[in-house]
């Protein structure tokens, strides 16, 4: 059984760095702390954790073990940790996940569902993937959510 494992930390460059002077804390943004992938076999588990303040939130999710099964791992699991730090005021689900070209850049897009009392509303985000994928979907994910996000948690 082959397993793998991959884990980005966002940010470290930015923990290495000595702080020029105190920022107030903003809790209304959710910043991405840590993206965890194992594949193990069929099945590939994603782990993604967010920070709002100085509170951690993660979400976990499984998938098949292939492109698509990870991609749509990844922005479940984000979906996830941004319903925990909502405190379960916020429904969301993940209708798509993938790398398109655009511009002959790949790009990470999401469409997203939010759960509201006059229904279901479609969120979409995009992120240009760079050098790291997982990253990128988990950023898409966010830039798809965020605006929700914030009205909940301030």
């Known amino acids: 059984m082959a397993k793998t494992l991959r884990d980005t930390s966002a940010g470290k460059a930015d923990a290495e760095r000595p702080a020029a002077r105190a920022l107030p804390v903003q809790r209304s943004r959710l910043v ?19 920070r709002a303040g100085e509170e951690h939130h993660t979400g976990i999710a499984e ?52 759960l509201t009392p006059r229904g279901p509303e479609q969120l979409g985000g995009a992120v240009p993937v760079g050098a790291d994928p997982a990253q990128a979907l988990v950023k898409a994910v966010l830039g798809a959510c965020n605006r929700r996000v914030a009205a909940v948690l301030t």
């Open 63 to 114: 998938g098949a073990a292939t492109p698509g099964g990870v991609r749509r791992a990844l922005a479940t699991a984000t979906v996830r940790a941004v319903e925990s730090a909502s405190l379960g005021r916020l429904r969301l689900d993940v209708e798509a996940a993938d790398v398109v070209p655009v511009a002959g850049q790949d790009t990470a897009v999401v469409l997203v569902t939010l």
């Open 32 to 50: 991405l702390e840590r993206v965890q992938q194992v594949t193990e076999a069929h099945t590939a588990s994603c782990t993604v954790v967010l």
